[in-house]
C-alpha cells in the first residue's frame, strides 16, 4: 500500500495554526472589548431606530461619560498596582463642594479655584496614600472610611443644599465647545480640518513606527495588512470628526480627554515609572528586590487619583451647573467596573489605558442605549452587575488557560 506524500503544505499547516493559536492568546485581551463596543453599539443602534448614533446623542455621550473616563484613568493605574479606590465619588463631590463655596460664594477667579481644588485632590490623595503606603494599611479599607468621611464632609460644606449657578466660563469647561474659526454654516470646518490633521498624523506615527522596526531588524507587519488598518483607522477618525461636525463640533471635554488619554498612555508603555507601576502590581516583594522603592510609588499613585477625582468632580459640578450633596454616587463603581471590563486583572499587573477608556465607553452606550429604550434604573444597575461579573469571569478564565 502506497503511503501518501505529505507535500510543503501540509507540513507547513501545523505551522499555521500554532501562529493563528498563538495570535489569539496575544491579542484576546486587547481587542474582545473593543469588539464587543462595536456590537453593543450596533445593537443599541438597532433597538433605537437609529437614536444611538445621531450627533446630537454622540455629543451627549462624550459629555455625560467624561468625569467617568478621567476616574477610570486613575483608577486603571491603581488596579494595575494591585489595589482599589473606592473614595474616589465622595471626593469628586466633595471638591465640587469646595469649588462651588470658593467660585459662587466667595466670587474667587475661575484660575485660582481650579488649581486649589486639584491641589485639595492632591492632599487628600496623599493623606490616604500615606495611610496605604507606609503604614500597610489595606486600600480597601482606607478608601472605605475615606468614602465615608467625604460624603460627611460634602454634606457639612454645602449643609444639605444645592449651590449654584457657576460662572459661564467654568460651565465651559465641561459643555463647551471649540469654536469654529472657518465660519462653517452646515459643517463646523474646524473639526473636519482636526479630524484631516489627526489623521495625518496617525499615518506618519506608523511609518516612523515601520522605519524604527525596520531599523532594528524587528518582525515587521505585512504591508497589506498595514495598509488595511492604516486606512481603516483614518476612515473612523474622519468619520468621528465628520458627524461631530454636523452638530457643534468637538467638544472642549474631548481635548482634555485625549491628552490625559496620550499622556497617561505614554507614561505606562514608555517609561520607567509605568514599567514600575506593572512591576509592582505583578509582584510587589520582588520590585522590592529589585530596589524599585513600592512605598513611593504606591503613595505617588493615589496622589495622581485624589487629582485626578477633583478633575472629575470640577467637570461634573461644571455640567450640572451645581454642587449637590448627592454628587458623585457611585462614581467609583462605574470607574472600577470600567477597567475590568477594559481588561484589567482582579490579581493586578495587567491593563491599559486604553482599555480603561473603553470600558468606560461599552458602560456609557449600555446606560444611554437602556435609557433610550426605557429601561428603568433597577434594570440598568442589574445588566450593569451581570456585565462586570462576566468580564473578571472572563479575565479569571483567560488567566487559568495561559497558565
Known sequence: MQTPVQTDKDRAQPGYRQLFREMYKQNIRKYSMMIALVFIMLLFQVLTDGILLRPLNITNLILQNSYILILAIGMMLVIIMGHIDLSVGSVAAFVGAVSAMMMVEHDMPLFAAVILSLLLGALIGAWQGFWIAYVKIPAF???????????????????????????????RMASGFIPDWFNGDMLHFTTIAIGIGLSILYLLFCLQQRAMQKKYQFDLQGKGLLTVKVCFVMAIINLFTYILATYEGIPVILITLFILIAGYTFVMKKTVIGRRIYAIGGNEKAAALSGIKTKRLTFMVFVNMGVLAALSGLVF????????????????????????????????GIGTIGGAIIGGLVMGVMNNGMSLLGLGIDWQQAIKGLVLLMAVAFDIYNKNKAS
Open 141 to 171: 479599607i482606607v478608601t472605605l472610611a475615606g468614602m465615608l468621611l467625604f460624603r460627611g464632609l460634602t454634606m457639612i460644606v454645602l449643609e444639605g443644599k444645592s449651590i449654584a449657578p457657576f460662572p459661564v466660563s467654568f460651565q
Open 317 to 348: 459640578a461644571a455640567r450640572l451647573n451645581a454642587a449637590t450633596p448627592k454628587a458623585g454616587n457611585l462614581f467609583e463603581l462605574d470607574a472600577i467596573a470600567a477597567c475590568f471590563i477594559g481588561g484589567a486583572s482582579a490579581y493586578g
